[in-house]
């Protein structure tokens, strides 16, 4: 059962995604007010269970799908975490050995189906095909053999970026990365229940059906159950806590010329075990 958080009529819910449609159970719980308290309080499996007994009150055509977990403490986002992605920067440098990291903000992603905003800065809008952790069990200096151990679901992101805005400073990149609405999340969350759903799976990224990233989680230079340890070093991670694992070579910017993202693009990711997170284009 995968669960999702969704909107109707101007009201937030979270529910479970049924074949027919979504099963509101935000109000079976009024306890946990949106899915991060579900994580925190390990309540997925309640969620599953009570599912058994509702039946789908919201069809699929008449929500609005917002990211899955709507106001995380904190998005860390992995960069340059493939080996075709190092090799693009072209500065005959291995890879590094520790990883990128930078922060996304909740605002700068719309959920599954909400178009991604162009601003009127700059066209140069780019798509970033990613698996996000969610974690579930939060901690401090987590040994990286017991990372995994710390999952509560897995997730899609289109971690769209504007190139040029990437390149203001020397030494950061958030400024490119946190544009309002210039990223997705979603459809939905998968419940982590064993590592093959991490360590091995395909990831992919169509634009207009076109194939344009292909890889697979296996080839990450920093696994998933690394990239837990060395960022919960640093800071504590707590439930909620999204980490976007990092996109495989081929985003527009990589083109020559470059092939930026426009108005009426579709832009498609899909990793195997999770689904597909869908989104268009709007300019601003």
């Excluded at 986002?77 to 590094?96: H, I, L, M, S």
């Excluded at 909740?106 to 959920?111: E, K, N, P, Q, T």
């Excluded at 897995?154 to 309002?180: I, M, P, S, Y």
């Excluded at 169509?206 to 960022?231: C, H, K, S, W």
Aim: proline fraction near 7%; aromatic fraction near 8%.
């Amino acid at each position: 059962m995968n669960f999702a958080t969704y909107t109707v009529d101007g009201q937030q819910y979270y529910g479970a995604v049924a074949e027919d449609g979504l099963i509101p159970l935000s109000p079976e719980f009024p306890e946990w007010a949106t899915m991060r308290d579900v994580i925190a309080a390990d309540g997925l499996g309640a969620l599953a269970t009570r599912s058994l007994n509702i039946r789908a009150r919201h069809a699929i055509e008449d929500i609005r799908w917002d990211i899955p977990v709507p106001n995380p403490e904190k998005i860390i986002c992995v960069g340059v975490n493939f080996p075709d992605r190092n090799a693009e920067y072209k500065d005959g440098q291995d890879a590094p050995p520790n990883m990128s990291l930078f922060p996304r903000f909740a605002r700068s992603f719309v959920g599954h189906g909400t178009p991604l905003t162009r601003p009127p800065e700059t066209p140069q809008l780019d798509y970033e095909g990613e698996i996000a952790v969610i974690i579930g069990k939060g901690g401090r200096r987590i040994a990286q053999e017991d990372a995994l151990g710390h999952i509560a679901a897995l997730t899609l992101c289109n971690e769209g970026t504007l190139r040029d805005w990437v390149r203001h400073a020397k030494f950061n990149v958030t400024q490119g990365k946190n544009w309002d609405g210039s990223g997705a999340m979603g459809p939905w969350l998968v419940p982590f229940e064993h590592d093959d759903q991490i360590t091995d799976v395909a990831l992919q990224t169509r634009v207009n059906g076109e194939l344009r990233q292909d890889d697979r989680t296996g080839r990450m230079l920093f696994p998933v159950a690394r990239q837990i340890a060395y960022i919960s070093t640093f800071t504590t991670l707590v439930a909620g806590d999204i980490i976007v694992s990092g996109t495989p070579t081929g985003a527009g910017a990589r083109f020559d010329p470059p092939r930026f993202l426009v108005p009426g693009d579709q832009i498609e990711v899909f990793a195997e075990g999770i689904g597909t997170l869908s989104n268009g284009v709007v300019d601003e």
